[in-house]
């Protein structure tokens, strides 16, 4: 079943895109080479918040994408991955926050200063 959404938009990143020791240093002892990728981000009137799978190297391409889902109105969600948290001070996000301080709270035997060691 498909998901119907209120926005879409592009979405740029910074991710490891490949490694190499001559690059590495002390401020990145990997080596690691940093890219920019595009991602589509959809999301909700509830606020609910997915990622499009596929990284795009290029904003067009992912531009591209991004009208589609527009024109269509909603999304596959075989093809999007649920962000965890959703948007900030959404719906979602109260809802999934009030699950997370319960379990807190249940893990924790009500003791909301307890730190895990």
């Known amino acids: 079943m498909n998901i119907k959404i209120d926005h879409v938009t592009t ?3 910074e991710v490891i895109v490949a490694q190499s020791w001559e690059f590495a240093d002390m401020s990145n002892p990997q080596g690691h080479i940093l890219g920019k990728v595009y991602m589509a981000c959809a999301t ?3 606020g ?3 990622f ?3 990284h795009f190297d290029e904003p067009d391409q992912c531009d591209a994408l991004v009208e589609k889902i527009k024109a269509r109105g909603e999304i596959a969600p075989q093809y999007w ?3 965890e948290h959703g948007i900030f001070a959404s719906q979602v996000w109260q809802q999934r926050d009030a699950q997370r301080k319960q379990e807190h709270f249940l893990k924790t035997g009500g003791n909301v200063c307890q730190r895990e060691l």
């Open 11 to 13: 979405f740029e990143d």
């Open 44 to 46: 909700t009137k509830e």
């Open 48 to 50: 609910r918040r997915f």
């Open 52 to 54: 499009h799978r596929h």
């Open 81 to 83: 991955n649920e962000d």
